[in-house]
């Protein structure tokens, strides 16, 4: 079953814009990830946050959790237009699972 | 180089002729898991291995089947493929027992006619 559910599934914005992405879930999480994934590739791991922490941040990128809600958020900031790609969160509790994925589409 | 390598990359086969598709990595990781994704659909977990010799059944374990026999390696074999087989697989592997950080294969695109 889909755990985490993205939103927007697509995002278009221009070239050093913050864009952001939201992920919900429905159970209890060990951790929640964010992949990339480049047209077709193999996913790339961009960060990990724990259950028990609320913010994480790494280079351009911030994600925020909230327990509570069942949500996260994943902020690029002063976006590229290398950053064009699809972005998935990836609930984990003894497996990973993946939602759909928001498109996002930097222009330059 | 760190990587999780597959192969094929591509693959077009006629149904009901076994096939398997190969991972392997180099990283001395413990844990290693199968993915396929399709359009609408995301990424579904076949089957993952928490180390040697351990292997479970992930959300979509029909029609497919595992082996753990070396830390490296974890072939994925369709013992009679079908036309819904057809699919972007992924092969990744973590440091520790569990899907944590993974580190994906480049894909396998499989076509069964």
């Known amino acids: 079953s889909q755990q985490g559910e993205e939103d927007p599934q697509a995002l278009s914005i221009q070239e050093g814009e913050n864009a952001t992405m939201n992920c919900s879930y429905k159970?209890?999480?060990?951790?929640l990830q964010w992949y990339r994934q480049n047209s077709g590739r193999g996913l790339v791991h961009l960060i990990l946050?724990?259950?028990?922490?609320r913010e994480k941040h790494s280079g351009r990128l911030r994600v925020t959790l909230d327990t509570s809600k069942k949500s996260s958020s994943l902020l690029i900031t002063a976006s590229r237009a290398a950053d064009t790609a699809s972005y998935f969160c990836?609930?984990?509790?003894?497996?990973?699972?993946f939602g759909q994925g928001t498109i996002l589409t930097v222009h330059p | 180089e760190a990587q999780v390598t597959q192969n094929p990359r591509y693959l077009i086969t006629v149904t009901g002729k076994k096939l398997t598709v190969t991972c392997s990595q180099n990283?001395?990781?413990?844990?290693m898991s199968w993915y396929r994704q399709d359009p609408g659909l995301g990424l579904r977990q076949i089957y993952y291995?928490?180390?040697?010799?351990?292997?479970d059944k992930g959300d979509v374990p029909e029609g497919y089947k595992v082996s753990r026999k070396e830390k490296r390696n974890f072939p994925l074999i369709l013992e009679s493929p079908s036309p819904n087989q057809t699919s972007l697989y992924f092969c990744?592997?973590?440091?520790?027992?569990?899907?944590?950080?993974?580190?994906f294969g480049p894909g396998t695109r499989l076509t069964v006619t």
């Open positions: 990744a592997s973590s440091l520790g027992g569990g899907p944590d950080e993974q580190y």
């Open positions: 159970t209890s999480i060990n951790n």
């Open positions: 946050i724990r259950s028990n922490e």
């Open positions: 990836g609930t984990s509790y003894g497996k990973l699972t």
């Open positions: 990283m001395n990781h413990e844990y």
């Open positions: 291995s928490m180390n040697v010799e351990v292997t």
